[in-house]
Structure formats: C-alpha cells, structure tokens
C-alpha cells in the first residue's frame, strides 16, 4: 500500500495510474475509520481496479466553535485498517500541503449549501465541495464513493460534479447502521453513556415516520410532529432540523407523493448527529 | 480543424488525445478574433502539440446592464481565421450547453475578485473562473494561454489553478497594440470615430507613468493623479480606476519600489477599456 503525504507524489501516481487504462476510485475520508468507511471502499471495489482512500480532517468544513480541534483521529489505527483491505493507495496530506499561506479559491453550490445542515453550518459544504474538488484534481479518480448517512453532501457533490463537467462518477452507498439502528459515526465517540442509550431515537423516529407512511399518513406537519414528539421525550436530545425533501433536488415537499428523503439533525449532548431515509411512497 | 459543438464530443477528443502522451494547450476566448488573440494561439504552438480554441461569449460574466447581447459574434469569419492558423480543434457550445437548467455551481478567488476591474463589474470574475473552470475540466489542457491586457484575469485564473491543484500551465502573452498604442479589444468596434481617436490616451497615461518613474518620481499618488489629469482632459473619457498594484499579489502600492502593474480602466463613450502595464524600478 501506497502513502501519499504530498499532493505531487499523489498526482504523480495517479497520471501513471491513469495511462494504463485503469480504472480509479476516490474514497474520501476524515479518518477515524469505521464499518462505514470500508463499506465504502467494498462499494468502491465493485467499480474500480485500483482504490485510493484520503484521509484529512478538512479545517474549511468546520465552523467556528465546532469540534476541528477535538475531531478524533488515529493515524496509525487507519493505515492499519486500509492496509488489511488492500487498498492500494493512502492520501493524507498535512493542512499547510491542502492550504497552504494565501490559499482563497473555493467552490459553492448555490442554494442547496444554505439549507438543512448548511442552515446551522453556514460555511460547511463550501468547504467541502472545495475540499473535494481539489481531492479529485489531485486523485484524478473515474468515480467517487460517498456515504449516503450524509445525504445532503452526496447531492451536493453529485450537483458540483455535474455542473463542473468533471468526468467522474459519484456513486452512494448505503447506511451503516449498529445493531440498535444508531448510524455509524466517528462522533459517535462523544456520546456519554446515558446519551449512546437515548441517541437511538433518531433511527426510531425515521422507522416510526416509515411506518405510518406505509400506513396511509402522508401530511408532514403530522409526521414532522410525531417525530418531534418522540425526540423530545429523550432528556439528552436536541432537535436540530427535521425535514422531508425530494430526493432529488432537495426541496422540501409537504406531502410524501414522490420519491422522498427525510432528513433528520440531532444534537444528543455534545455531539451533533444526522441521519436519513429514504421513502418510495 | 474538428470543431465540437458538444462537451461530450470535446471530451472525448482531449481524452484520446492525452492518452498519446501529447501535450494540448487551451485558448478561451470569446471569439470576434483579433491579432491578439492570433498571438495567444502563436504563444500556445511554442508550448504546446495540439492547440484548441475555444468560442463562447459566457453570460455569467457581464452584468446586469453589461454588453452581453450587443457582444460582436462572428463564428463564420471566427472558424475561417482559426482554419488558417492551423488550430486543431475549436469548441464553441451553446450556452444551454454550458449552463444548462438547474445550474448552480460556482467557483471564486477571495479578494483579489472584488477589487479593480470587480469593484465595477461584481459577479464578473466569479462569471470567468467559472466558466474556465470548466472549459479546463472539458479540454483537459497542460497549458492554457491568457492574454495579459486582462492582467487582473490573468493573476486570478492563475491562482485559482494553484489552488485547486490543477495540473495546468497558466502561461500570459503580451498586450498587442495598434499602431497608435491602443490595446486590441474586441470592444474596441464600440468606439465612435472621435472617441477612437481619444481612446490612445489610455495608452499614453501609461507611457506618461513609466517615463516619469524612469525620472525617479515613485510617489504612487503623484503619478495617478498625473495620469487622472491627462485622461480627464479628453471629451469622452471617463474614469473607472488607475491603480499601481504588486505585479503578483495585486496589492495595492503607495511608492514604485518592486515590480509594479498600472492598471487602468476608463470608460470612452459607451465602452469600457482597459489597459495596463508592467514597471520594474
């Protein structure tokens, strides 16, 4: 396995790479490894021949009081996962290789970065479409495996790829879940006890909301309510946003008609947790 | 000559193109071609095997107000000229082509777009490195020429490729002038006969600048407020900026100490030239 701390050495790689024909994956990471991130590199081993996973902890998607300085990370622990998967390349470049001194080109994609989580992280996805963006300049990748647990950064980077005219496939891959329903997240390390406990609730009130859509209630005030209900009935959790939208385009939708996700933001204690899912009415 | 009126087809043709290990040099322009253009193609063959050029007056780059519409086309004379020069390629899409419905992504360099030429025109540097963003992620060049009349364009494109870790040689080619000084533009077919006559006097500002830097005066402020006098003394000139900037970082200088660029934007009659020129004390 191949490691990668400069950007030359990586565009290096991926050039030879490129000219034999062969096909590439990016997996983009923050590290911090866990069944989620493999099942990303599973996903991407079904398109591509040779996988390069980043990691980097991207300073430009955090805002200012958000947890970048105590965000988890375990170099070690990460090479030693990713070399048991036999991925074939690393990239973890230092922050000053990312941005270095007068770095001030970014990239945004209009509307859809305001909403949702981009409402209570204003300068989150500018940052990480900027951060993917030049991931992929420097990966050179044929596709690109992103988890759909972030579901809005999937469209995002779906729309920035499209509108960009970069030749490269962003493909989902599906939800991690713990055996309780709690989607896999490295923030789920901040979570104390009692809150781990609680913090099912969030996949609770997504399969609650499933389950009377199937039977027949499709009004999302009503919905939105009872999901809120039941959030607020846990003494740790704090509702972020909570919201039914067209898969496709993001817009919210008031009645659950078309094919919809419905997006959920908790905070449970210190750690701000979402996840979402899919409905085919 | 192709000509490629499809991003598909034109990225098909840079994909096989690269392959064979050649190198391929970008021309964007706007078309209405000028020996000034002729010269960035000139520039490019020294660089470069297969030279494309491209033709596309880009919309999100004028302003409410701007010239957009009035913009002279000519694609037939445009095509005859490019087959002459021995150009290998031309792409000139649509605009539905380049943007088409939903479109929403936007890439910007900080600073240096609000400032100079983007104090007047404000989503206008936005407008360019979006559009060449994405010429670059269809033509897939190694190098791409920009001309150094739009100096300010030319510093920003720049660091937009650094930034975003773009594999791509940003090279600048000189201002070609008329006789008279007076920089080629394709605006420049606005200019009533008596304004033409007028419009050296951009030049002549420059010329005034640098002799009286030549004579040791380099008090920033003196020298533009000579050149504001010189202008200003001409019917149909009016002022947008004169600024000395650091030839690199487009910072604003107040003495003549390092390598300097007189920037220059002035209107005369209904169109707005600029002009510029490098100092080196």
Redesign the interface.
Known sequence: MKIFRT?EEQ?NYS?NEK?E?IKIALVPTMGFLHEGHLSLIDKAKEHADKIIVSIFVNPTQFGEGEDYKDYPRDERKDLEVLREKNVDAVFIPEVSEMYPEG??????????SNKYCGESRPAHFRGV?TVV??LF??TKPDIAVFGEKDYQQYIIIK??TE?????IEIIPSPIIREGDGLALSSRNIYLEKEERIEATVIYESLVMARKMIDEGEYEVNLLKGKMNELIKSKKHARIDYIEFVDSRTLEKVEKVENPTRILVGVWIGKARLIDNMEIKP
Do not use: A, S, Y
């Open positions: 950007i565009q050039k000219c024909n770095f001030r080109t970014f990239c945004e994609v209009g509307e859809l479409t963006l030049k300049n420097i729309k920035m509108d960009l005219n970069l030749p």
